[in-house]
């Protein structure tokens, strides 16, 4: 007892409640409404405020949030959740099963304006048994909509009567997470303050809040006055400009996988680019350690299929192919491409190898990707041109409508590897992912089989061997992960950076008293 | 009265004109999210309305505006309304006190400069004015920033209160308001200098030159009387024209600007509204800065009757 007494006791001195933490962001929310929310400042905040049912832990793997647990029967058609007791909303009201039902309702109805209604959709019934246990019976094995249910949970007391797209709610939610949101200045702070009755435990820092800086150079500025206290950094800031005294005294820099990958993809239709020795050459014309170098200032890894090396789906026996001119020649001219007229360019039926690289506006990184990628191409003999294109006008008019010869993009991937709608050959109608037109019977049928596979072993297996394929085919020149880079003020204790990142154990950080610069609460 | 269809022209043409625009809003919501299918774009797109024929768009959104409903925004569902009077206040205030800022700087520069054209304070000025409109905004905000809010660490940065805003006492609140507003004033007001400054020293040269001034020398009035009683009266025509003309201005803001100092205005929801092609709030911005740009020019019409004595006799007689 005594002992017991003593460990509580060392244990509360050595972690002391109280401070804030401002991050800088350039982009404010839009709405708080968790299913509506679609871009990453609303996402952000809503992950302060709101639970799904899983959640990703530090090693990346699946975890229980609200659900302590769940089962998988029939072969992987039902999901039995079974939820946590004594949650309780921010405002007392108790959680339950009737929540989760109201959540999955309001995401298949199609008067509400939610992106994410198409893993729901592949739900055929949702019972729900009892205060605390839900069953979901899926029409058919869905694997990935395990991950799915990572969907924030809203409460169905205070939406019930409320129409979602234009409710107030979308600017005073009310959640199960850690932190209670306190007020919304648009486009200038978001701030939240710590839930005392988190059903974890009451966060150590008392208010989170997030701050809205559109220019990159600003937020700068305000790390070196210690306005913000988190941020992302550039890797020209993060290799460059961060390495003063100052910012040694004050600051801990982080640099973490990202979850996404930068590609060049090949409008596949392409007369040019149907020959696999082609894309296969060009592979081998393109320097990626290279790029990385200049257009990342070395802070990135080459990428070797469509996983980042922190899944578990990623295959390491795949090596990206070395950077070898000589090598992509040779491909070049088994696929009839040869410099007959000893003009510096390569020709085919009397007709040069050109096309164009078109990329968004607005991306500094990919619009030297693209210099850089012109410069090794022309070495071999290839004419690359580069189109730079207003967002919106990128995505309908040359994405969408598949308008393209080259296109020079990134994927933001979330922590569950199926990628379904990239690659899968009936994914290629307009607006649909899979833009380049990519066909291949093995693939396709390894992505059904994976998505029906709920053992993580046997999953992996597919994904790697997918993996393989695509390496192998081409169908993008897979360029490079690259690393996220962030800062933060180094007042803030307990932070373990693990595959997923730091945020996660974000109610476990904490500033000892001496150093808070936010008294009042 | 002839306002009426000249502002239905207006709305019709940047109606036609946004709409023409390639690029859609729905797309860009969810762009490139490969959980957002199309089947569930196309049904967003259908809720709002955009599947519609491009009149029958129009008519509808004509409908609303007659109610002074300017609909919703595609962004975040919030009334348009709601969105633009929230970002007015800051705007205004920066355009106003910028553009008090001028007048008070730019008048009495202009004037020293005529009185002894071409003498070295003339030159001093010109330069300065003319450095002062030729630098880029964003730099020197930046340069500025460095200086007083790093360097010095007179001055906050960015944004236009403390995080710690709410717990402030009356007088703080406003000092604090205050000392967020300095540099943006500063640097928004600098451009304006040349333009003001310059138009005033030449329709002073001009006033002076005039015969009216001879016979006021003549009368033996003192220097000071001649230049800012008789002279400036008469000089001061041209400065309320462009003062009038820039009062749809005061609710127009710069997106540059706004994103260097974090201020949460007009201009950047303008911006952020086009580049996502959030077809209610565009049309809602046009319509106000239509209404502005003619309020401006009646308004400076009138100001013209009232310092001008000619024509507000002339519409008497």
Known sequence: MVVFLFIGLSFSLAQDYGDA?????????????????????????????????????????LVGDLAD?????????????????????????????????????????????????????????????????????????????LASWGMSIMPKHILEKEDLNTTSFSRHPIGTGPYKFKSWKTQEKIELVANPNYFQHRPYIDRYIYRVIPDESTIFL?????????????????????GTAFF??????????????????????????????????LNYAVDKEEIIKMALLGMGRVASGPFIPESWAYNKNVVPAPFDPIRAKELLGQAGWQDTNGDGWLDKDGEIFEFTIITNQGNEERAKVAQIMQRRLKDIGIKVKIKIIEWSVFLTEFIDKRNFQAVLLGWALGREPDNYDIWHSSKTKEGEFNFIGYKNEEVDKLLIEARCTFDQGKRSAYYQRIQEILYGDQPYM???????????????????????????????????????????? | MGIIPLLLGITVISFIIIHLAPGKPTSLQQALNPKVSQEVRLRLEKLYGLDKPLRIQYINWLHKLVKFDFGRSFGDDRPVVDKILERIPVTLTVNILS?????????????????????????????????????????????????????????????????????????????????????????SSLGGLAGISRYMRSSMIEALGQPY??????????????????????????????????????????????????????????YEAVMMRDYPLIMAEVVLGAVLTMLGNLIADISYAYVDPRIRYRKQA
């Open chain 1, 21 to 61: 933490i401002a991050v800088g962001s350039i982009g404010d929310a839009r709405t708080l409404v968790p299913i509506l929310a679609s871009d990453s400042a609303s996402a952000e905040v809503c992950g302060m405020i709101f639970n799904g049912l899983v959640k990703y832990d530090k090693d990346i793997n």
């Open chain 2, 213 to 270: 001034i001879y016979t006021a020398r003549a009368k033996g009035l003192t220097e000071n009387t001649i230049i800012y009683k008789h002279a400036l009266r008469n000089a001061i025509l041209p400065i309320v024209t462009i003062l009038g003309l820039s009062i749809p201005g005061l609710l127009g803001g710069s997106v540059i600007f706004e994103s260097i100092f974090a201020l949460p205005g007009i201009g950047r929801l303008f």
């Open chain 1, 69 to 145: 647990n769940w089962e998988i029967k029939e072969e992987g058609l039902v999901i039995i959740f079974h939820l946590r007791r004594n949650v309780f909303w921010q405002d007392g009201h108790p959680f339950g099963a009737r929540d989760v039902e109201f959540t999955y309702k309001k995401l298949i109805d199609p008067n509400v304006k939610t992106p994410y209604s198409g893993d729901f959709e592949r739900i055929k019934s949702l019972e729900v048994i009892d205060d605390y246990t839900i069953r979901v019976t899926y029409k058919e094995p869905f694997a990935p909509g």
């Open chain 1, 478 to 521: 897979f360029l490079y992960v690259p690393d996220g880079l962030s800062v933060l003020h180094n007042r803030f204790q307990g932070i373990k950076p693990a595959p997923i990142g730091i945020g996660y154990n974000f109610i476990d950080w904490w500033v000892p008293k001496s150093q808070q610069r936010y008294k009042i609460r």
């Open chain 1, 222 to 242: 305000e790390l070196q006055t210690q306005g913000v206290d988190s941020a992302g950094l550039s890797p020209l800031q993060y290799t460059r400009q961060t």
């Open chain 2, 99 to 187: 553009l008090l800022f001028i007048i008070i700087v730019a008048i009495p520069l202009g004037v020293k400069s005529a009185v002894k054209p071409n003498h070295a304070f003339d030159k001093f000025v010109t330069i300065f004015v003319f450095i002062g409109f030729a630098v880029p905004t964003f730099w020197l905000a930046l340069l500025l920033m460095n200086l007083f809010g790093i360097k010095l660490g007179w001055l906050p940065i960015s944004g236009i209160k403390s995080l710690d805003f709410e717990y402030f006492s009356l007088g703080q609140k406003i000092m604090d308001y205050l000392r967020h507003l300095i540099l943006p004033i500063f640097v």
């Open chain 1, 248 to 281: 040694k005294k004050n600051y801990r820099k982080f640099r973490l996988p990202s979850f996404g990958y930068t590609y060049l993809g090949y409008n596949l239709n392409n007369p040019k680019f149907k020959d696999r020795r082609v894309r296969q050459a």
